[in-house]
């Protein structure tokens, strides 16, 4: 029996049917190519499921770097196993046959890989610039070329282009949230303002994005509408500070809000809103004292006031002037009017019973509250002073004459001074006349009897004695 030696072993030439190189290259692929040279058909199967695997988790699981490191390691893995299973430098034999194999396997996708890589970063760094700019429309052009390619071989890059899209999509609901505010709708200026506050505090790194979002809504301020424009610089006022970019929006708010307070009071006044007017004439005088439009709006205030007391007497004088209007228990002023001076003409407006005042002067009347000095609510007439009493033949017996008293017209009147409102007169002109005319002209039955005249009657009042009777109240003599 021959016996063989450790010596002999040594001697005798090692199998190089496989070849390192090439089995290290084909694993290099991560899809177990180096074991099949090897003839390892399980693991390569194995080694292609795992690979599988993990590509997956890095795609669609934990797409960070430490996910690539683990793929990375896991390729290295592969590549130094198929090395030492097909025995190394010591024991491996060239087989050029297999190299080409390999290379033919892996090189494509090493070059595949390698490019997507670069691709992803020339994506990434337009994408950078594009936040940097605050340009959301070319980062989403940008990241609109990531395809399946680029997430298997820069996974992260997939996660911060999302990042990027939530952000701009974010933005892009606040940017349309604030042109709704813009027309002066409150809840989408808080609605905008707090998906560009989410952005900062949620999605770091685009601040250059929200800068550019609010600064397009500030540029477009003031609108064409100044009462919207105050509308929205009256919520931004009241914005309580956030400690960042938003804040800047203050600085539009004191540039931008006394020219539409002022344009917006003064479109009120137009439309004869008087009260809302003379609001926005006194926020601009208390928000912002010292401008250029105060003296503006000083007379605005005065004006939009008289305004509203004009347009209070004219609705408490509403009615008929022969009948006494709410203005006789409820008076007002109208502080543009003149006041009630001695000496000179006062014109007044009469309402109640006009038997008398029609017949006054028209230079003493007013045909305006604006032109307008008193007034006068005129009552019923009544009897007033006996100026005297005549005997007249009673129809019953021509043997007791009916004794007659004629007696001034009394007219009850309360005079308001339309400036202040205040009660100037308050009581009873009365107006003086003739009296006892040789003939007594009466009509008074009891039935079908004539009982005779009556004991007391008016005097006849001549037009120049209703003047002398309201002179004095005319011209407050």
């Known amino acids: 029996m021959d016996v063989v030696t450790q010596a002999d072993l040594e001697r005798e030439p090692a199998d190089r049917s496989h070849d390192p190189l090439a089995a290290a290259l084909g694993n290099a692929s991560l899809i177990g190519v180096g074991y099949l040279m090897l003839g390892r058909i399980k693991l390569a199967v194995a080694a292609t499921l795992v690979s599988a695997v993990l590509v997956g988790s890095l795609v669609w699981g934990a797409r960070s770097v430490w996910a690539e490191v683990v793929v990375l390691l896991w390729w290295v893995a592969l590549v130094v196993h198929a090395w030492i299973l097909a025995g190394g430098r010591r024991q491996g034999g060239v087989q050029r046959d297999q190299r080409l194999v390999a290379l033919a ?13 670069f691709d992803a970063a020339r994506i990434e760094r337009t994408v950078t610039e594009a936040r940097q700019s605050g340009d959301c429309a070319r980062a989403l052009t940008a990241l609109d070329r990531v395809a399946f390619g680029h ?22 609901t606040a940017e349309e949230q604030l042109a709704t505010g813009l027309t002066g709708d409150t809840d989408g200026l808080k609605t905008g303002f707090d998906g560009l506050g989410s952005v900062l505090a949620d999605l770091p790194g685009h601040e250059k994005m929200v800068d550019a979002a609010l600064d397009g809504f500030l540029g477009r301020l003031p609108t064409k509408d100044p009462c919207q424009t105050v509308a929205v610089t009256d919520w931004l006022r009241q914005r309580q500070p956030t400690n960042n970019t938003l804040d800047r929006s203050a600085e539009v708010v004191a540039r931008t809000a006394p020219t539409a307070l002022v344009g917006c009071a003064d479109g009120l006044m137009a439309g004869k809103n008087w009260e809302a007017a003379r609001t926005r ?3 601009l005088l208390d928000q912002y004292p010292g401008q250029e439009f105060n003296a503006r709006a000083v007379e605005g205030v005065k004006q939009a006031g008289l ?26 002023p109208y502080s543009a009017a003149t006041p009630y001076t001695k000496g000179r003409t006062n014109r007044a407006l009469f309402y109640g019973d006009d038997e008398y005042t029609k017949r006054l002067p028209a230079a003493w009347r007013a045909s305006d509250v604006t032109a307008a000095v ?9 009897y007033g002073t006996t100026v005297r009493t005549c005997p007249y033949e009673n129809k019953i017996s021509r043997l007791f004459p009916t004794n007659v008293a004629f007696r001034k017209i009394a007219i009850p009147v309360q005079a308001y001074e339309l400036r202040t409102g205040k009660l100037v007169v308050n009581g009873k002109l009365q107006i003086s006349g003739a009296s006892c005319p040789r003939v ?3 009509t008074r039955y009891t039935g079908l009897i004539d009982i005779g005249p009556p004991s007391e009657v008016y005097v006849t009042a001549s037009t120049a004695n209703v003047r002398a ?7 407050r003599g």
Not at 307 to 328: K, Q
Not at 469 to 475: E, H, M, N, W, Y
């Open 151 to 172: 997430r298997v071989a820069d996974a992260p890059l997939t996660v911060r282009g999302e990042r990027s899209v939530e952000a701009c999509q974010r933005l892009r």
């Open 374 to 382: 008193l007034v006068v609510c005129v009552g019923q007439k009544e």
């Open 307 to 332: 305004a509203i007391e004009l347009a209070n007497v004219r609705s408490l004088l509403e009615g008929p002037t022969t009948t006494r209007p709410e203005y006789c228990t409820k008076p007002a």
């Open 105 to 117: 396997v892996t090189v494509p996708v090493l070059l595949a890989v390698g490019f997507l890589r």
């Open 281 to 283: 004439y006194q926020q």
């Open 469 to 475: 009777a309201f002179q004095s109240l005319i011209t």
């Open 440 to 442: 007594l002209r009466y």
